[in-house]
Each structure stands twice: as C-alpha cells, then as structure tokens.
C-alpha cells in the first residue's frame, strides 16, 4: 500500500479484484483520475451482489440492503459516513455520489429482486432482470467518468457483461443458496431450484448453461457489438464487455469461461477501438 493510500481505498481495490477480477482489470482502460472512484462503486456493488449469497433468509437481506441504502443516502445529503470502508470510499468521492445517488439505488433494487428465487420463472424475466443490473452499471460507470452525455447505448455493454457474469457463476451462486435460473428452463431439464441447492441433477446443469448461453447470451453480445464505438472515457465498459463475449462464447461451445489470454487480449482491442 502506496503512503497516499488509504486503507479504505485498499479495502475497495482488494473486494473487486477479489470478486470480480475482470471489472478490476477492465478499470485499467479507465481514465487515471476516475479509478478510484470507480473502485469505490465496484466495491459498493460487490456488497450488493453477495448479499443474497450470504443470508439465511430473505428478510435479512432486506435489512442489508436497507443499510446500504441509508448509507448512501446519508453521503449524498452530506451527513458523517457510516463506519464501513466502502461507505467511506463513497464518501471520499462525494462531489459525484450526489449525482450518483439515484443510479446506486438503482442497484440496490435490483439486487433486492434476488432475495426472491420465485420472480425469476421465465427466461423474460431473467434477461429484464439482468438488463437492470447490466443498464445500472453501464450508467453508473458513465456518471463516474463524466460521460453521461455519451453514454446512449452503452446500457447493452453492461447487459453481455451481466449475463457472463451470471452464468459464469451460476455454480457460486448455488453454493451461496442462490438460484437464479428460470423455472421454465430448469422444469424443461428436469430440474428445479431446490433439487440443485440439494445437488440434485447437477450432471445436466452445464447443458442449461450452454443453452443461455448460446441464445440469450449472444443476442446480449449482438447488441453490445450493435451499438459501435464508445468514447475513450467508456473504455471499462467497452473492455469488459468484450472479456464477457469470449466467455460466453466459449459457454455456448460448452467449455469453460477460464480462457484469460484471450479475454485480456479482448480487453485490449476493445479498448482501443472503442467498442466490441
């Protein structure tokens, strides 16, 4: 840790890059002066993202999310931060977490949908579910880099990044107690959520994957490569969703996502072309 580094700042930069490597690395296309920032709201949203993963029942994940919610909240309106690293990192980027504060809340919605596995029935539900977290943080990136002027359209980077992140990690999300997949889908396999949570029928688990993959994850990456080039402030968006392609390409072939020469390779090109 540098002396000019906090160790709130550390806190942040260690939770993304231990939960989501890929957003970590994205954010090395990122303008100098906005990674830390960026760090900070990544860390935020790692915070929501393991919340259904590490409760034993709804209702205290609801009081979790609520917490966070208070929290920033109480940063925008200029009020002392509540003791946490990543509250105070927010804090310490409070001339844009005012601006942000509706896109944070954003998030926090979307991920208090997860504490209900029974909304999640269809593959409509999932792709409009996975439409807000990608939207959320493709706009919340925008606002961080000062960018929200151009950011029309990135919405569809955030989308292909979020499906390779779920399916890519569908097998945590069990583990964690989280099924996600839709009902449908799992019934037509002849699953359900309770029998995998039991690991139960885990053998034809990989074909469900390859199958959403295959279909709704590439219709995500066709509209992340539909939208053109982004500007250089966007670049995260543009690298990340380019490592996500690759993933779910290789998801959809049935082999695994684990490929990181080409998804970094991805990462670069993405990133200096300004798009997919």
Same mark, same amino acid.
């Given at each position: 840790?540098?002396?000019?580094?906090?160790?709130?700042?550390?806190?942040?930069?260690?939770?993304?890059?231990?939960?989501?490597?890929?957003?970590?690395?994205?954010?090395?296309?990122?303008?100098?002066?906005?990674?830390?920032?960026?760090?900070?709201?990544?860390?935020?949203?790692?915070?929501?993202?393991?919340?259904?993963?590490?409760?034993?029942?709804?209702?205290?994940?609801?009081?979790?999310?609520?917490?966070?919610?208070?929290?920033?909240?109480?940063? !925008?309106?200029?009020?002392?931060?509540?003791?946490?690293? $990543?509250?105070?990192?927010?804090?310490?980027?409070?001339?844009?977490?005012?601006? #942000?504060?509706?896109?944070?809340?954003?998030?926090?919605?979307?991920?208090?949908?997860?504490?209900?596995?029974?909304?999640?029935?269809?593959?409509?539900?999932?792709?409009?579910?996975?439409?807000?977290?990608?939207?959320?943080?493709?706009?919340?990136?925008?606002?961080?880099?000062?960018?929200?002027?151009?950011?029309?359209?990135?919405?569809?980077?955030?989308?292909?990044?979020?499906?390779?992140?779920?399916?890519?990690?569908?097998?945590?999300?069990?583990?964690?107690?989280?099924?996600?997949?839709?009902?449908?889908?799992?019934?037509?396999?002849?699953?359900?959520?309770?029998? #995998? #949570?039991?690991?139960?029928?885990?053998?034809?688990?990989?074909?469900?994957?390859?199958?959403?993959?295959?279909?709704?994850?590439?219709?995500?990456?066709?509209?992340?490569?539909?939208?053109?080039?982004?500007?250089?402030?966007? !670049?995260?968006?543009?690298?990340?969703?380019?490592?996500?392609?690759?993933?779910?390409?290789?998801?959809?072939?049935?082999?695994?996502?684990?490929?990181?020469?080409?998804?970094?390779?991805?990462? $670069?090109?993405?990133?200096?072309?300004?798009?997919?």
């Amino acid at each position: 840790m540098s002396e000019m580094q906090s160790q709130d700042e550390t806190y942040a930069l260690d939770a993304v890059r231990a939960r989501n490597q890929e957003r970590a690395l994205a954010f090395a296309f990122a303008p100098a002066a906005r990674r830390r920032a960026l760090f900070a709201v990544a860390a935020f949203d790692t915070e929501l993202e393991k919340t259904a993963e590490t409760v034993s029942e709804p209702m205290l994940g609801q009081i979790r999310l609520a917490w966070w919610r208070e929290a920033v909240a109480e940063i !925008s309106e200029g009020d002392a931060p509540r003791r946490h690293p $990543v509250v105070a990192e927010l804090a310490a980027v409070a001339g844009r977490t005012t601006a #942000l504060r509706a896109r944070l809340e954003g998030l926090i919605d979307a991920r208090e949908r997860e504490l209900d596995p029974a909304r999640f029935q269809t593959r409509a539900d999932l792709r409009a579910h996975l439409a807000d977290i990608g939207a959320g943080w493709a706009q919340t990136v925008s606002r961080v880099c000062d960018a929200v002027d151009a950011s029309a359209g990135v919405d569809a980077l955030g989308e292909a990044a979020a499906w390779a992140r779920e399916l890519e990690r569908v097998g945590a999300r069990l583990a964690g107690g989280v099924c996600l997949l839709p009902a449908e889908d799992l019934a037509a396999a002849g699953l359900s959520r309770d029998g #995998l #949570l039991e690991e139960r029928g885990v053998d034809a688990l990989p074909e469900l994957i390859r199958s959403l993959a295959e279909t709704e994850g590439r219709d995500a990456v066709a509209r992340a490569r539909s939208i053109g080039a982004t500007p250089p402030a966007l !670049s995260p968006l543009a690298a990340g969703a380019a490592s996500a392609a690759i993933a779910i390409d290789r998801l959809a072939a049935g082999r695994s996502p684990d490929a990181p020469v080409l998804r970094r390779l991805a990462m $670069v090109r993405a990133a200096a072309r300004g798009g997919l």
